[in-house]
Every structure is written in C-alpha cells, then in structure tokens.
C-alpha cells in the first residue's frame, strides 16, 4: 500500500506571494477550479488577491461577438470562478497593445480591449503569444495567506515562453518540477488519494 503521508507532508515554501508569480495547488485540491491548478497572481495586495488559473482549457474553440464584432475563433481556458461572464487575457506582446501591465518574465496583463480586438483580427495576437480566459480567481484580506498557512499552495515563478510554449494541462507537472526538490514527490500521486494507483481593471470583454 502506498504510504501517502510520506508525500504530502510537505509545507509551503515560504516564498512571498505577488504580481506575477504563481500558485501550485497541493496534488489533492479537490475543486473544479483548482484541482491541480496552476495561478497566475495579478494583483496582490492588502486587501486581497487575484489570479487567472492558466492550466483550465475548456473543450472548445470559439468564436464570440464583442461590440457587434465577431473575433476569431479562439481557444478560451477557465480563469476562474468570479466573473465567468467577462474575457480576460495574459499575452507577450508588451507595449504592442498599449495599457498592459508588466507582470514580469514577458508576461503581459491586459490592455487597450480595442487594439487586442484589432491584433486579433490580423492574427498578430493569436495562440503563440496570448490566452483568453473566463472569468478570475479572488481571495479575500487575509483569505490566501491563510490558505498558504494551511499548505494548500506552493508559490513558484514562470516566464512567458513556459506560458505560452507548454501544453497547458501539463503545467501543474511543470511547474512542480521547476521547484524541484522534495516536491517532485507529489509527480508520483494520483489526483484522488483513495485511488489505488499511484490586477483587475478595465481590460476585459464582457460577453453578451
């Protein structure tokens, strides 16, 4: 039999949340939002903290209408569950689309809804250098300290080309291995342990 707690009994690793770092959901995160999830932090501050799950794709491309224009066909992921009726995006195109908010690593936030609407249509802002999501994750004053406390997340570091380069249901595994250490342990569980195998502004599109 496999001895799980000889895997799991392994604490927060004390690295400081913030803007553009990340949350590694502990392996048995039981949610469908965050099971085995990956976050991306956009503001994080005294009041709170908010985030876009990056590893959630939903099962189809898309296309939407926004202003009574119909974008590309596009392949949208869960961000979240606050706010699933607005479109949010990460992208790498920097000062390309003015308004972006530096997240570090070429990692971009947002920025000008009208000048992503335009880049979209060029398909100069397209699957290799930007993701669309649904809707954030939000914590609460206090809420993801407490969570950290309680070891329900690793805080890690990615870059865009991790972002926007790997398969997106394998980040979880990724970014387990960029920390290295004890914590590859939690590669070698199963998601369900009774298995007996082993900054939130303007720059979003509200979907009518």
Known sequence: MVDFNR???????RVKPADGKILISEPFQNDKYFGRSVVIIIDHNEEGTAGIVINKPLRKKISIMVNETKLPVMRLFQGGPVATNQLFFLHS??????????LGNKIYWGGSVEMAQ???????LND???????????WSKHQ?????????????????????????????EKSIEQLGGDYQRWLKLPSDPDRKSTRLNSSHITIS
Not at 93 to 102: A, H, K, N, T, Y
Not at 118 to 124: K, P, R
């Open 7 to 13: 895997f799991i009994n392994l604490r927060y690793n």
């Open 93 to 102: 195109l920097g000062e390309v689309i003015p308004g972006s908010i530096d």
């Open 118 to 124: 335009e880049l979209l249509q060029l398909n100069i």
């Open 128 to 138: 290799d250098n930007a993701r669309f999501f649904l809707g954030y994750a939000g």
């Open 144 to 172: 993801l300290n407490e969570e950290l406390k309680r070891d329900s997340w690793l805080v890690g570091t990615i870059d865009g080309e991790t972002l926007f380069n790997t398969e997106s249901q394998k980040l979880w």
